[in-house]
């Protein structure tokens, strides 16, 4: 279930452990992107293309809208 959180939220839950993914499409992710982060773009999201993350571990998900 998604649960919005903050940026202090976000650094704890990376320093313990936590995945980073970003779903942007590839030129954007290419262009400018959050260190340490995996990008899985929006468009190709699908349970393929998430079996490379640990199910053990917290996922983040994050899109970086200009609008």
């Not at 400018?32 to 995996?38: F, R, V």
């Not at 899985?40 to 200009?66: F, H, M, N, Q």
């Amino acid at each position: 279930m998604p649960t919005p959180i903050d940026r202090d939220q976000v650094q704890q839950l990376l320093e313990q452990g936590a995945q980073l993914v970003e779903v942007l499409p590839e030129d954007e992710y290419e262009y400018e992107h959050l260190p340490g982060a995996i990008d899985i773009p929006l468009k190709t999201l699908d349970a393929e293309s998430v079996r490379a993350l640990d199910r053990g571990r917290p996922v983040i998900v994050y899109c970086y809208d200009y609008q």
